[in-house]
Antibody, heavy 122, light 110 residues
Framework: EVQLVESGGVVVQPGGSLRLSCAAS????????MHWVRQAPGKGLEWVSL????????FYADSVKGRFTISRDNSKNSLFLEMSSLRTEDTALYYC???????????????WGQGTLVTVSS | QSVLTQPPSASGTPGQRVTISCSGS????????VYWYQQLPGTAPKLLIY???QRPSGVADRFSGSKSGTSASLAISGLRSEDEADYYC???????????FGGGTKLTVL
């Protein structure tokens, strides 16, 4: 069974930094592109970033470009999101999501974790 | 303001057929696959439709997707109370080099 478990969400002050993690199991992690998607309280879904299966390519939403960095450790089946210069508008539930097809990019997100809550507040 | 446009709400009675629209542009829906996600209250989103009109294993055939030009639709037939949820469309946008979502449609089963 595919499992994605996010962690690292806390309350942080504006301008602060944070690192989110996602532990993956139940599939061959290094075959799949992985994503971060967020959802502000009471709002819709917003895609944040993706990293290809070998870490060779990364893409970011304009809203986080230059402030967030996505990475992965295939030896530990883990996905990460380094967040810096945090703003109040970054407050959201952050989901880790798996791409649908091995070895492909942008085939949709077929499995999601339960999310980790990041609150940016003074 | 979302790149893809969905109606904020939709409703129907049990047994009815409901459609939810999703409008985009040439750089997203017009040139890439469309995906639909269902989010039940308090839970993570679930893939409902992929590649415009394909259903993952386990998704009821009451759910169907279609696309025409720069717009897409999700149809739910034989509406049930458990279909009450938020529904989101999504597509890759080649101009933005980013995934874009619709703002979501809250479906109420009356």
């Amino acid at each position: 069974e595919v499992q994605l478990v996010e962690s690292g969400g806390v309350v942080v002050q504006p301008g602060g930094s944070l690192r989110l993690s996602c532990a993956a199991s139940g599939f061959t992690f290094d075959d799949y592109t992985m994503h971060w998607v967020r959802q502000a309280p009471g709002k819709g879904l917003e895609w944040v970033s993706l990293i290809t299966w070998n870490g060779g390519s990364t893409f970011y939403a304009d809203s986080v470009k230059g402030r967030f960095t996505i990475s992965r450790d295939n030896s530990k089946n883990s996905l990460f999101l380094e967040m810096s210069s945090l703003r109040t508008e970054d407050t959201a539930l952050y989901y880790c999501a798996k791409d649908r097809e091995a070895g492909m990019v942008n085939r949709g997100f077929d499995c999601w974790g339960q999310g980790t809550l990041v609150t940016v507040s003074s | 303001q979302s790149v893809l446009t969905q109606p904020p709400s939709a409703s129907g009675t049990p047994g009815q057929r409901v459609t939810i629209s999703c409008s985009g542009s040439r750089s997203n829906i017009g040139s890439n696959y469309v995906y639909w996600y269902q989010q039940l209250p308090g839970t993570a989103p679930k893939l409902l439709i992929y590649s415009i009109n394909q259903r993952p294993s386990g998704v009821a055939d009451r759910f169907s997707g279609s696309k025409s030009g720069t717009s897409a639709s999700l149809a739910i037939s034989g509406l049930r109370s458990e279909d009450e949820a938020d529904y989101y469309c999504a597509a890759w946008d080649g101009s933005l080099s980013a995934w874009v979502f619709g703002g979501g449609t809250k479906l109420t089963v009356l």
